[in-house]
T-cell receptor
């Protein structure tokens, strides 16, 4: 069974640009969550999508957005990139529903802002 | 979500058992105890979870205190590949509560040969 796939693995952008990251969840999983990981702040929750609707949102500015498609694949977008957006962006999927189901993570997209 | 407290770091010898503690004194009745680990240069990996009873799987065992205010992740025989940051996280088990894991700092496990 294929795991969570994130593309691209590495990305270099400059300040002011925008970026789109992609995540393909495990087949059958309807919940997709995004996290940002930095050395200073650790792993922080960005948002969660379930059946194409944003169900939860973390404390990030509006420059961070996402969406989910009918096949459960998800994208996240960051506009007007800042140096502080350099991070590992992780996607996780789960069957959905209650919080007693585990999340399965991809290996992330490492975004570097110059 | 209720908060958890873990030691910053622990050290173990290879092939010895490892007991990773987690305190969660404000746990609610519907909170599940989840454990994840993150190996270097990888995304977090689900390890195990439980509600009230002890749980075993191929990776580890989870021992939950009777009052549920603490739990212990047990790696029966540590290998060098178990060196990782281990996160203890509480998740509300009510349906449709959504997913937003609060990872905290975790415990960095060092395994020495």
């Amino acid at each position: 069974k294929a795991g969570v796939t994130q593309t691209p693995r590495y990305l270099i952008k400059t300040r002011g640009q925008q970026v789109t990251l992609s995540c393909s969840p495990i087949s059958g999983h309807r919940s997709v969550s995004w996290y940002q990981q930095t050395p200073g702040q650790g792993l922080q929750f960005l948002f969660e999508y379930f059946s194409e609707t944003q169900r939860n949102k973390g404390n990030f500015p509006g420059r961070f957005s996402g969406r989910q498609f009918s096949n459960s694949r998800s994208e996240m977008n960051v506009s007007t990139l800042e140096l502080g957006d350099s991070a590992l962006y992780l996607c996780a999927s789960s069957l959905g529903g209650s919080g007693n189901q585990p999340q399965h993570f991809g290996d992330g997209t490492r975004l570097s802002i110059l | 979500d209720a908060k958890t407290t873990q030691p910053n770091s622990m050290e173990s010898n290879e092939e010895e058992p490892v007991h990773l503690p987690c305190n969660h004194s404000t746990i609610s009745g519907t909170d599940y105890i989840h454990w994840y680990r993150q190996l270097p240069s990888q995304g977090p990996e689900y390890v195990i979870h439980g509600l009230t009873s002890n749980v075993n799987n191929r990776m580890a065992s989870l021992a939950i205190a009777e009052d549920r205010k603490s739990s212990t992740l047990i790696l029966h025989r540590a290998t060098l590949r178990d060196a990782a940051v281990y996160y203890c996280i509480l998740r509300d088990g009510k349906s449709n509560s959504g997913y937003a894991l609060n990872f905290g700092k975790g415990t960095s496990l060092l395994v020495t040969p």
